[in-house]
């Protein structure tokens, strides 16, 4: 894992050291230095690339020969431009022939409520039978329901007509244009690509100790080319892949935005204070590092630490971390201090 160094600058030092007799009461020998000046900051970086967030293949939704394609691959279109235009005249004549029977079905509802209305009157007079006026209700029902299914079929007839024309659904470039003038379209093939131009997120894969840090990132950038795209974070994918280990980050840009399939790499910087893994022992089968207190080397537990990578410590910067001869220490180990310059 790739990863930079930025150190503050050295402010003091203390060396300690103690010649070791054969004794094994005498203080160890050490050397040790203030955190401060030992502190590090790590930058992680993983490989991207710029995805679209959508990028449709626009099907036929009728069959019906092509009569017009108004763009070309690479066109910048715009919501409602028509895109494709098939034949319609099949579909038009439908709508028609669906309107009219919607006329019809209207036209025998309004007989059937006038035939129920002159049914009731006579039934008031004992005219007509009481198996007359149910016959009667039952026209008006069926009349209902006739005129419920010819509008049903009108509405299915202007659906159909409104598939005669492709129009882009978002501001777009046109990726791929599969058909042309005077092919027969069909239901569900594709006729032409789109990208869209606004949206773009930033993909890339990371490992677990990436997501962690990533989470905990200030600043987060795309490098592609040799430029840098300020970026912010939009979701981590909830799953894993099995095969790879590696869970999605996807990301936005916060100013300017890249072209749909540019690559180059994420990168974040962990702005914890991080002890050099140098220094790092294990003791107990714990992680953690020797400080000095006093007159003893104190072994201080870092929970997070790994093997070979710097470890994030809340001790203070004047704390004095022993950096030679901790290998050999104890928790308790005695360790002398020497006459420093100012310490006298």
Not at 130 to 148: I, P, S
Request: with cysteine; aromatic share 4%.
């Amino acid at each position: 894992m790739p990863f930079a160094i930025a150190k503050r600058s050295p402010l003091f030092a203390a060396i300690l050291f103690v010649a070791s007799t054969a004794s094994g009461a005498e203080p160890a020998g050490v050397a040790a230095r203030p955190l401060a000046d030992l502190w590090q900051r790590q930058t992680f970086s993983a490989p991207a690339s710029v995805v679209a967030r959508n990028a449709p293949e626009l099907a036929a939704e009728i069959d019906a020969r092509i009569v017009e394609v108004a763009v070309e691959v690479g066109d910048r279109v715009v919501p409602g431009q028509s895109l494709v235009t098939l034949d319609c005249r099949r579909y038009e004549a439908t709508l028609a022939s669906a309107e009219a029977a919607v006329s019809g079905a209207q036209a025998r509802l309004r007989f059937a409520e006038q035939q129920l209305a002159r049914a009731r009157n006579l039934r008031k007079n004992n005219s007509i039978s009481e198996e007359t006026l149910d016959q009667r209700n039952n026209e008006l029902a069926v009349a209902r329901a006739d005129l419920d299914a010819a509008q049903q079929g009108r509405l299915a007839a202007g659906i159909d007509v409104g598939h005669c024309r492709i129009d882009a659904p978002f501001d777009a470039v046109v990726s791929q244009r599969q058909l042309g003038v005077g092919d027969y379209a069909v239901r569900g093939r594709v006729v032409i690509g789109l990208v869209e131009t606004s949206g773009q997120e930033v993909s890339t894969q990371l490992r677990h100790d990436q997501v962690d840090s990533l989470l905990k990132a200030a600043t987060v950038a795309f490098e592609s080319h040799g430029r840098s795209y300020p970026l912010r974070l939009r979701a981590i994918v909830p799953s894993a892949d099995p095969v790879a280990r590696t869970r999605e980050a996807r990301l936005v840009f916060s100013d300017e935005t890249v072209i749909v399939g540019s690559a180059g790499r994420v990168t974040w910087r962990d702005d914890r204070q991080l002890v050099p893994a140098d220094f790092l022992v294990r003791r107990d089968g714990r992680l953690g590092l020797f400080i000095v207190d006093g007159d003893q080397a104190r072994f201080v537990t870092l929970p997070d630490a790994q093997d070979g990578r710097p470890a994030a410590s809340d001790l203070g910067g004047d704390v004095l971390l022993i950096t030679e001869g901790q290998q050999s220490l104890s928790d308790g180990d005695a360790v002398r201090l020497p006459a420093l310059p100012g310490n006298r």
